[in-house]
C-alpha cells in the first residue's frame, strides 16, 4: 500500500521507491481505513517539489485535519483530526480521530447507491466517541486539509476550493461501489471557479517526460479543457492532491504547470 517517501528505499539505483503504509488498527466504522496490507508497490520521486516538508513532524499541531490513505485505492481519501502530539527526540506520536459516522450532505446532492462508499467532500463531524487512533510516524498522512467550522457543533465542510488539484471519477456514476475502488481511474483537475451551485474545473494532463509533472489539457482549438460540475453532483469529485505550481526557477519550460504528489496520484497515471 501506498505511503510516503519516508521510508524510501533505493530500488536499482533507479528514481523509484517503495513506498509502504503502515497498518491501522481496525476501526469498527465503515468510513475508516482498515487494517488491511497490499502489496507495496513503486512510486516515483517528486521531480521538483518535496511534498515530505508539508508533512514534518513540526506541521503537526492538535486541533488540525489532515487527509490520510485508506487501504481501498490507497488514495487520501479519509480525514483525522489530531488530538495530541508527543515529540521525543526525532520522533513522532500522533493521537487521531477519523471524521466518521457523521458525513453530512445537502440535501439536494445525489447520493451513493451503495451505503459505505466513502465521501471526501461535504459535511464531516469529528465522532464524539470515536476510536483515538495511534500514529508512531507520518507514513499513513498525505496533507493537511483547511476545512471550514461551521455551526456550534463544530461541523467541518471539505469541499473544492480554487487553485486546488482534485481527482474526479472517470465515468462517475451513483452505483459505484466501494469494492470497486481498486478498479477506478480518473481525470485530474484544477478548481478555476466556485460558486453555491456549481464548480468549474479544468483538466490537467501528465507532461511527457516526467511522472508527476501536469499541465492544462487543450482542445483542438487551444482552449482549456474544462467542464461545470453541479454541485448537485459533489460526488464526482474523489479526493484532493497535494500540488506545487511551478515556476522559471525550476525549468524555463514549465512555467505554470503542476507538480503533483506522487503519494495521491491515482496508480494509472504512474504506469
Not at 520522533?91 to 451505503?115: F, N
Request: hydrophobic residues 35%; charged residues 30%.
Amino acid at each position: 500500500v501506498k505511503v510516503e517517501s519516508t521510508a524510501k528505499v533505493n530500488l536499482d539505483r533507479s528514481n523509484l521507491v517503495e513506498k509502504k503504509k503502515d497498518p491501522v488498527d481496525h476501526i469498527d466504522d465503515v468510513s475508516a481505513p482498515s487494517a488491511s496490507v497490499a502489496d507495496s508497490f513503486e512510486v516515483p520521486d517528486p521531480s521538483f517539489y518535496q511534498f515530505d516538508d508539508e508533512r514534518s513532524h513540526e506541521k503537526f499541531e492538535a486541533g488540525q485535519i489532515w487527509a490520510f490513505y485508506g487501504d481501498e485505492d490507497e488514495l487520501p481519501k479519509y480525514y483525522g483530526q489530531i488530538k495530541e502530539v508527543r515529540r521525543i527526540d526525532s520522533t513522532i506520536e500522533l493521537q487521531v480521530i477519523y471524521l466518521t459516522g457523521c458525513w453530512r450532505l445537502p440535501e439536494k446532492i445525489v447520493r451513493w447507491d451503495d451505503e459505505d462508499m466513502i465521501i471526501s467532500c461535504g459535511r464531516f463531524k469529528v465522532k464524539p466517541n470515536g476510536k483515538l487512533c495511534t500514529y508512531h510516524n507520518t507514513n499513513s498522512i498525505s496533507h493537511q486539509v483547511h476545512a471550514s467550522v461551521v455551526g456550534k457543533n463544530k461541523y467541518y465542510e471539505i469541499y473544492p476550493r480554487v487553485g486546488e488539484i482534485w481527482a474526479l471519477y472517470r465515468g462517475w456514476t451513483t452505483k459505484l461501489k466501494r469494492s470497486d475502488l481498486k478498479n477506478c481511474e480518473y481525470d485530474i483537475v484544477e478548481v478555476t471557479e466556485e460558486v453555491d451551485s456549481w464548480i468549474d474545473v479544468s483538466f490537467l494532463e501528465k507532461v511527457s517526460g516526467y511522472s508527476s509533472v501536469f499541465k492544462c489539457k487543450l482542445n483542438n482549438g487551444g482552449k482549456k479543457m474544462s467542464i461545470t460540475i453541479d454541485r448537485t453532483e459533489l460526488l464526482k469529485f474523489s479526493h484532493q492532491i497535494p500540488a506545487f505550481k511551478l515556476t522559471e526557477e525550476h525549468d524555463s519550460n514549465l512555467k505554470g504547470f503542476w507538480e503533483l504528489d506522487p503519494g495521491a496520484i491515482p496508480v494509472h497515471y504512474l504506469r
